[in-house]
Nanobody
Framework: VQLVESGGGLVQAGDSLTLSCTAS????????IGWFRQAPGKERLFVST????????YYARAVKGRFTISRDNAKNTVFLRMKTVVPEDTATYYC???????????????WGQGTQVTVSS
């Protein structure tokens, strides 16, 4: 499956934005989708993940209550709604496809190219 992220950009602290992860080549509903982020010079970190049906979702502590993951399998797209963003959310955001909603990035098989989110204070 090929994944393409979109929706990143430059926003101010407190703003909201929504990232999209669109799949092609395979049916998105076959996969759990995870979102990860990586700031310059830092390791890639788990953000959120959603199961194939959308029944199960998980969040990193740093984003819980501010970010919401959802999916529209008919549109082959997973969304990450980001609210009340803070400068610490600045990173390149990646989506990845896996067999289960893992929190470990090593268990994901396919990755998108990433979309940059920059939050100014």
């Amino acid at each position: 499956v090929q994944l393409v992220e979109s929706g990143g950009g430059l926003v101010q602290a407190g703003d909201s934005l929504t990232l999209s992860c669109t799949a092609s080549g395979r049916t998105l509903s076959d996969y759990s989708i995870g979102w990860f982020r990586q700031a310059p010079g830092k390791e890639r970190l788990f953000v959120s993940t959603i199961s194939q049906t959308g029944d199960s979702t998980y969040y990193a502590r740093a984003v819980k209550g501010r970010f919401t993951i959802s999916r529209d399998n008919a549109k082959n797209t997973v969304f990450l709604r980001m609210k009340t963003v803070v400068p610490e959310d600045t990173a390149t955001y990646y989506c990845a496809a896996g067999q289960r909603p893992y929190g470990d990035d090593r268990l994901y098989d396919s990755w998108g190219q990433g979309t940059q989110v920059t939050v100014s204070s």
